[in-house]
């Protein structure tokens, strides 16, 4: 291989694992150790990566280059997809090991960044099952199990297609909850259900911050005060647009109940 | 009471698991600690009748299952902890709050909200306290990368 493209090729190769880990739900401080890795199992001692959630900064400064390098990598959509995650943890781990040569590299990690994990029908299904086990847990009644799954139906149903719009992810959870307390309250008043309020609990859970605000600790408490402070943000926020939308949907609907 | 509990906590644990794509070979590993999770806190919330501390407790048992599990098939801990703590994530506070400010009873809105607050906080803290010291035993610093 030609030497002196080799450091930039493995940058790209380090930043690509990084950017798929970090969009998936991976904290910021194993992003970093995930690239420092990949990049010393593959020759480049002198690194410096720097990641926040909603970016990553990496850069080499090998004495055999004559120009650093550096690539900044801004991250726009998270999801959370922790399969991913976790197969470019193994990743590395065989790149470290030695087993996967630079050129082969590229093409393992698109596979893993392509894979879409399981079907839309079967999260769907196992959104509604979340909810209605929710319900069930916060002592709702069996009555309350079906409501629950159709509203976690319906929330699923309006939050995927707004995310996958580019709907911003306050909007997209003010929507959600609207609906939950929307269809929560028609189901009730169908006579479908004992307890709208176990209901409406049960349906968001699907929404609720729940990655966000652990990541958001675990960052904090390593020293990236930066990215926990970014993160619990994002929780505080997403946060209070559930609450948001699932209040101003009750104080619509009560009146006509 | 408590089989139904596990039943339904292992249910919501698995939805979960598959929304947020948890690897087929975990899933069931997976569902298992949030179950437990769950049972630790409702065991405790019922004896103590302090939901932070049994949030807590429970917390870090997850932490545990999660640390122990991940040592044992040398995959990443997240993908236990996530959905572990999941069942715990006071979702009902959320939405106990949200129907206070819609009420207008600010005074309850701020009772609620600062205790979902705090059970936020302490879940982190459950799962940072067996972190941190899983860290200590074996012998690993976070950041042990040195150019």
Same mark, same amino acid.
């Given at each position: 291989?030609?030497?002196?493209?080799?450091?930039?090729?493995?940058?790209?190769?380090?930043?690509?694992?990084?950017?798929?880990?970090?969009?998936?739900?991976?904290?910021?401080?194993?992003?970093e150790?995930?690239?420092?890795?990949?990049?010393?199992?593959?020759g480049?001692?002198?690194?410096?990566?720097?990641?926040?959630?909603?970016g990553?900064?990496?850069?080499?400064?090998?004495?055999?280059?004559?120009?650093?390098?550096?690539?900044?990598?801004?991250?726009?959509?998270?999801?959370?997809?922790?399969?991913?995650?976790?197969?470019?943890?193994?990743?590395?781990?065989?790149?470290?090991?030695?087993?996967?040569?630079?050129?082969?590299?590229?093409?393992?990690?698109?596979?893993?960044?392509?894979?879409?994990?399981?079907?839309?029908?079967?999260?769907?299904?196992?959104?509604?099952?979340?909810?209605?086990?929710?319900?069930?847990?916060?002592?709702?009644?069996?009555?309350?199990?079906?409501?629950?799954?159709?509203t976690?139906?319906?929330?699923?149903?309006?939050?995927?297609?707004?995310?996958?719009n580019?709907?911003?992810?306050?909007?997209?959870?003010?929507?959600?909850?609207?609906?939950?307390?929307?269809?929560?309250?028609?189901?009730a008043?169908?006579?479908?259900?004992?307890?709208?309020?176990?209901?409406?609990?049960?349906?968001?859970?699907?929404?609720?911050?729940?990655?966000?605000?652990?990541?958001?600790?675990?960052?904090?408490?390593s020293?990236?005060?930066?990215?926990?402070t970014?993160?619990?943000?994002?929780?505080?926020?997403?946060?209070?647009a559930?609450?948001?939308?699932?209040?101003?949907?009750?104080?619509?609907?009560?009146?006509?109940? | 009471?408590?089989?139904?509990?596990?039943?339904?906590?292992?249910?919501?644990?698995?939805?979960?698991?598959?929304?947020?794509?948890?690897?087929?070979?975990?899933?069931l590993?997976?569902?298992?600690?949030?179950?437990?999770?769950?049972?630790?806190?409702?065991?405790?919330?019922?004896?103590?009748?302090?939901?932070?501390?049994?949030?807590?407790?429970a917390?870090s048992?997850?932490?545990?299952?999660?640390?122990?599990?991940?040592?044992?098939?040398?995959?990443l801990?997240? @993908?236990? $902890?996530?959905? +572990? /703590? &999941?069942?715990?994530?006071?979702? *009902?506070?959320?939405?106990?709050?949200?129907?206070a400010?819609?009420?207008?009873?600010f005074?309850?809105?701020?009772?609620?909200?600062?205790?979902?607050?705090?059970?936020? @906080?302490? $879940?982190?803290? +459950? /799962? &940072?306290?067996?972190?941190?010291? *899983?860290?200590?035993?074996?012998?690993?610093?976070?950041?042990?990368?040195?150019?």
């Amino acid at each position: 291989m030609d030497n002196k493209k080799a450091p930039k090729k493995a940058i790209v190769i380090a930043l690509y694992a990084g950017e798929i880990m970090l969009k998936n739900g991976g904290e910021t401080y194993r992003v970093e150790e995930t690239m420092c890795y990949i990049l010393r199992s593959l020759g480049v001692k002198h690194a410096e990566s720097f990641v926040t959630p909603t970016g990553i900064f990496l850069s080499s400064d090998s004495p055999q280059d004559q120009n650093p390098y550096s690539i900044v990598k801004r991250i726009r959509n998270r999801k959370i997809n922790l399969t991913a995650v976790s197969e470019v943890n193994s990743f590395s781990r065989e790149m470290v090991a030695g087993k996967i040569s630079m050129d082969e590299a590229m093409g393992r990690l698109k596979a893993i960044d392509r894979k879409a994990g399981y079907s839309r029908f079967l999260k769907a299904f196992a959104a509604g099952l979340l909810a209605a086990s929710f319900t069930m847990l916060l002592g709702g009644s069996i009555k309350d199990f079906m409501p629950a799954f159709i509203t976690s139906l319906a929330v699923q149903a309006t939050v995927q297609p707004l995310g996958k719009n580019g709907f911003s992810f306050f909007l997209t959870n003010i929507a959600g909850g609207f609906v939950a307390a929307f269809m929560a309250v028609a189901l009730a008043w169908l006579g479908m259900g004992n307890s709208i309020d176990k209901t409406i609990i049960g349906s968001i859970m699907t929404l609720v911050p729940g990655v966000a605000i652990t990541n958001a600790i675990r960052d904090s408490i390593s020293g990236d005060l930066m990215s926990g402070t970014a993160r619990a943000a994002e929780a505080l926020l997403i946060a209070v647009a559930i609450a948001t939308g699932v209040g101003v949907g009750l104080q619509i609907l009560t009146p006509i109940l | 009471m408590i089989l139904e509990n596990f039943f339904f906590a292992l249910l919501a644990t698995l939805g979960y698991c598959i929304v947020f794509n948890v690897p087929k070979k975990y899933l069931l590993l997976s569902s298992f600690g949030g179950a437990i999770g769950w049972i630790t806190y409702v065991s405790f919330n019922s004896y103590l009748d302090s939901p932070v501390t049994a949030v807590f407790i429970a917390s870090s048992i997850v932490g545990l299952w999660g640390e122990i599990l991940s040592v044992k098939i040398k995959d990443l801990v997240t @993908i236990f $902890i996530i959905p +572990g /703590i &999941i069942p715990l994530v006071p979702g *009902s506070g959320m939405y106990y709050t949200a129907l206070a400010i819609a009420d207008q009873d600010f005074e309850q809105a701020a009772a609620t909200g600062s205790e979902t607050l705090f059970i936020a @906080i302490t $879940i982190a803290s +459950g /799962i &940072i306290l067996v972190s941190s010291l *899983s860290r200590l035993i074996r012998g690993r610093k976070i950041m042990s990368i040195k150019h």
